[in-house]
């Protein structure tokens, strides 16, 4: 299986099981972040799509030519659901967690825990090879249990989990259905 870090091009490695952010985050720490160019490489996106959700308020601004943690954890997030859901209902979703964009003071999780939450999630239910419903609640209410303390409503930090570990799949077999049908239709 060609595993890949949710959001990003990086293949999957057992130190991205527990916390997927510290792959990217040594190099933010030396570079004091990433350009336009190393963000697409890390996400496969074109920078025009990634400039474009800043003009719209999805991710702050940059300041300077550096993409900081947040923003980058920003477009991990959305990147990590387009393939499933509208991008304004990605940032309805994001703004349900976390407010405003600008303001962290409205934040339910931190971005970082967040991602770090949703990658377990979905390496686990791969792993597990279980998706449903049941299976993907229990696993939301188990990881916002064992972070209790970092996270300022659980209610709706669950709700909103459960729909984007959803939206995740979704797109993953959204994929894996093009794929199939580009087959089909080379046969044509």
Known sequence: MNRLIPGTTMKFSEQARESAFSLI???????????????????????????????????SATKGKKYSEKQILRILLINMLRKAMKLEDIANLM??????????????????LLYDILCRIIFTAEDEGAFDTDHIK???AREVADNTKEIADDEKLKKAMYVMVMGYRSGCLRTEMEKGLEVILDEM
């Open 25 to 59: 985050s040594p190099v933010l720490e030396a570079t004091g972040g990433l350009t336009l160019s190393q963000l697409s490489k890390l996400t496969g996106l074109e920078g025009t799509t990634i400039q474009n959700w800043i003009k719209r308020g999805w991710v």
């Open 138 to 140: 229990s696993l939301v």
């Open 95 to 112: 703004r349900y967690i976390n407010g405003d964009v600008e303001d962290t003071s409205d934040d339910i999780i931190e971005d970082i």
